[in-house]
């Protein structure tokens, strides 16, 4: 008898062929059959109506932190996530020296650079291992679905160099000593490796993160030894905005040339307005291409949406001027923003000619999106522009005084524009291209601020159902074996006989998100934004339902992927 039969659906199978009705069997964390099932099972779906696809794969998330306080991965299954890599843009959390002020900086560093509260990390994470390996034991065993980790940069580079990771070059002595810890991730099963030059990267203290003070020879080397490895890839951010410097394109070329491993970059965004700089970034790919590599854009396939918070200032602290107020204790920001003259010297700061994000600080066009206190539900959705009018005073004040009642926790920003089928068009035209991947979810990651950990089923939802610019054949293979193929993922982002049984089961005709709103479960209450789905109604991990009826079961199925185990070398083609 078998484990589990998914009966009556239609087999989509990753692969962008046509789907055919068939029945799906599982004996223990595989697929043994497809086609017509008959017999008993231990368990069996009801897919009639439905369709089965493969799991869907997120391949940039920085869940490192949450799977202590959330083994389940939250929101991610719910949206038909049954594999994520962590660990990206060099920000792990192992290795540890033992030292605690190497710990208390990485909480720091994350808190500023992924908006990870501060509170959360110092409760809801033990920081008690030293090595890779002993990080990976802790989080074995307690995975919802699977998860692979990258070695990230910055954390070797704290480990080996002190206080001193930021500031200057390493030594030879140092150098040695980063691929030692390096070496040893791979041989705990590290994925990969990941580092970051970009400019927006900066810690706690308002120094550029560890691995933007590493020399060219100091990144490829550690490339070198990613070589040495095999199963492993690359992942790099080099700069944000329209264009590529020449030394961007030509270090994520020589990166991957020396590893002999794809290099994904993070973020492409796509639209009708942008599509010729989007064409040109992906230059990037041909010039690794020329030199014996393979560079890869993260494409985030959803207008991304950015939501603001006075407690936790990301963003805002790149205002010319706010960077000290937004990191402040929380009791001395409050005393800050009900000092008048105080409030009013950061708002002339945002309003001045140099401030290149003026844009953002047109507080009138802000929406109050979340709100905490009572007292202020009466502001949720509306826009601060028009509660000024009301109220006869100044935007800047409303939404300050707003925040104020609301221990600064208020969730505010502009709304999007709504996306044409056109824009969709576009971004499924470059998500075709080879030299692309989609992802760029950041789950777990920028928690009040940002909201694309649902972009699998906005996808489904906008680019199959509403706009019908993509078969939903094809964007389930842009979802699922694109990633799994580029990770060298072995056995994973198919519907097939032998292959992992990680599986959704969605409805074609309701799939999509909920509206995304702020949930405040987070260890000390914190908060962070989250959507369930809809039409996304059996989620199987390696077999096992993780989410049965659109709701989570609580199981933990999920394996923590290893290279070499888990993963082959992927192709340079």
């Known amino acids: 008898m078998l484990d589990v039969v ?72 719910l949206h038909g996530v049954t594999t994520a890599l962590a660990g990206n843009c060099g920000f792990t959390i192992a290795p540890l020296s033992g030292k605690a002020a190497d710990g208390d900086y990485l909480m720091r560093m994350l808190a500023r650079v992924e908006g990870m509260p ?8 033990p920081w008690n291992w030293r090595s890779t390996a002993e990080y990976f034991d802790q989080i074995d065993g307690n995975l919802g679905i699977n998860a692979g980790f990258m070695s990230g940069h910055s954390a070797i580079r704290r480990v080996v160099m002190g206080e001193e990771a930021v500031g200057r070059a390493a030594t030879d002595d140092e150098l040695d000593g980063m691929r030692r810890l390096l070496r040893d991730a791979y041989e705990a099963g590290a994925l990969g490796f990941s580092s970051s030059w970009s400019r927006t990267h900066n810690d706690a203290d308002g120094n550029m993160v560890p691995s933007r003070y590493a020399t060219r020879d100091e990144v490829l080397e550690l490339c070198r030894v990613t070589g040495e490895f095999p199963g492993t890839s690359l992942e790099f951010i080099p700069s944000v905005g329209p264009a590529f410097e ?28 942008n599509r010729p700089a989007s064409e040109r970034k992906l230059e990037a790919s041909d010039a690794a291409r020329a030199r014996g590599g393979r560079v890869v854009a993260l494409l985030v396939p959803m207008t991304i949406g950015t939501r603001l918070c006075f407690a936790s ?78 109220e006869g005073r100044e935007a800047w004040d ?15 920003g502009t709304v999007p524009p709504e996306e044409s089928r056109e824009d969709w068009q576009a971004r499924i035209e470059v998500a075709r291209d080879r030299r692309t991947v989609i992802g760029a979810s950041d789950a777990g990651a920028h928690l009040d601020l940002l909201a694309t950990f649902n972009y ?16 939903l054949e094809e964007a389930v293979h842009l979802l699922t074996a694109r990633q799994a193929e580029l990770y060298g993922l072995r056995q994973r982002g198919r519907v097939a006989e032998g292959w992992y049984a990680d599986l959704v089961v969605l409805d074609p005709t309701t799939v999509g998100t909920k509206a995304v709103g702020m949930r405040y479960d987070l260890p000390q ?29 609580g199981s933990r199925t999920g394996t923590l992927l290893r290279s070499g185990r888990d993963t082959t070398t992927a192709s340079l083609d």
Request: charged share 25%; glycine share 8%; net charge negative.
């Open 456 to 471: 699998a089923t906005v996808m489904l939802e906008q680019a199959v159902r509403r706009h019908q610019v993509v078969s």
């Open 246 to 273: 020449p030394w961007a394109v030509d270090i994520m070329a020589d990166m991957s040339a020396t590893a002999q491993r794809p290099l994904n970059w993070n973020v492409l965004t796509v639209s009708v307005a």
């Open 313 to 390: 200032g990301f963003v805002l602290d790149a205002i010319p001027g706010w960077e000290q107020a937004m990191l402040l204790p929380r009791d001395e920001k409050l005393a800050l923003f009900a000092d008048p003259s105080a409030r009013k010297e950061l708002d002339e700061l945002a309003q001045r000619p140099e401030n290149t994000m003026r844009m953002m600080s047109t507080w009138s066009n802000h929406v109050i999106f979340d709100v905490v206190a009572p007292e202020n539900e009466q502001y949720r959705g509306r826009k601060v522009g028009d509660i000024a009018r009301e």
């Open 6 to 77: 998914i009966r009556g659906g239609d087999v989509v199978d990753g692969t962008g062929a046509a789907r055919r009705r068939a029945d799906v069997g599982i004996q223990g964390d595989r697929v043994v059959a497809i086609g017509d099932v008959p017999g008993e099972a231990a368990r069996v779906i009801d897919a009639t109506g439905r369709v089965v696809t493969p799991g869907f794969i997120d391949v940039h998330t920085h869940f490192d932190a949450q799977v202590f306080w959330d083994g389940d991965l939250t929101p991610s299954p």
């Open 118 to 125: 501060l509170d959360a990390l110092r409760v809801g994470v």
């Open 398 to 412: 409303v939404l300050c005084d707003i925040a104020l009642v609301d221990d600064l926790l208020t969730s505010f």
């Open 525 to 553: 209450q914190a908060g962070r934004l989250y959507a369930e789905a809809s039409g996304v109604d059996h989620v199987l991990v390696n077999g096992t339902p993780v989410v049965a009826e659109g709701r989570l079961t």
